[in-house]
């Protein structure tokens, strides 16, 4: 019996010692340095995004970025040591995150059947995504000379995303592909000027109050005249 307890008694120590042990080494895990210059490179870039919006990219320093970002000039130059490599960053960001939309919008294609709810959950996400890089498109519109070198990078995958979404659209209400086509490049653009142009650079548009309210109007814009089109053919 006293054998059994002994027996039971280091089973239990091991599996806490274990225990403690996996638990310890993923704390040391979230902490590796390479963690840590990820984390410290997305907080520079959002100092950047931030700076560039407020004031543009020509009124905006390496310095004010680290100030922003509280870390030293000499640190921030060892991750972007010019303001380009900080758009080539905002770049390569925007690529990443273009191919992950594109992947959510042949998702939802597949899943979701009502045009309206389509619609409604990759616009949701599509304003997600203009406001978390407003900084780069600012700079684009503000500063089109900075990101020439990059301009055939990116409308390859707008373009993709655009006939994924017609495509399916097209199936579910037989409406033409040649409009739908059309009234997604509306839907897509309606939404880019109501945030860029709008909200960040408060330009006068037509437009509902509250971004759901507003996603909402481009949503019945696109496929209520579709349908008028459709039973008026």
């Not at 758009?87 to 919008?105: G, P, T, Y």
């Not at 498109?137 to 089109?144: A, E, G, R």
């Not at 579910?172 to 653009?189: M, S």
Request: proline share 5%.
């Amino acid at each position: 019996m006293q054998a059994h307890l002994l027996r039971c008694r280091s089973s239990w120590t091991l599996r806490n010692l274990w225990g403690r042990r996996r638990r310890f080494n993923a704390v040391v895990e979230e902490h590796t340095p390479a963690r840590r210059a990820a984390e410290r490179r997305q907080l520079i870039l959002e100092a950047s995004s931030q700076l560039f919006e407020q004031r543009g990219y020509y009124g905006t320093s390496l310095r004010m970025i680290a100030r922003v970002a509280n870390i030293s000039p000499s640190l921030l130059q060892k991750y972007f040591p010019t303001k380009e490599s900080v758009i080539a960053a905002f770049v390569e960001r925007a690529i990443d995150e273009l191919d992950a939309f594109v992947r959510f919008v042949r998702s939802e294609a597949a899943t979701t059947e009502d045009p309206p709810e389509l619609l409604r959950r990759i616009g949701s996400s599509y304003v997600g995504f203009l406001n978390s890089m407003s900084g780069f498109y600012l700079t684009w519109l503000m500063c089109p000379e900075l990101v020439e070198p990059y301009r055939d990078s990116l409308p390859h995958f707008i373009t993709a995303g655009h006939k994924i979404l017609a495509e399916v659209l097209s199936k579910r209400t037989g409406i033409p592909l040649e409009i739908t086509f059309l009234r997604v490049r509306i839907f897509f653009g309606s939404l880019f000027g109501s945030v860029i142009y709008y909200d960040r650079l408060g330009f006068p548009c037509a437009r509902a109050e509250g971004a759901p309210l507003r996603l909402e109007a481009i949503i019945d814009s696109v496929l209520c005249d579709a349908f008028e089109e459709k039973r008026a053919g």
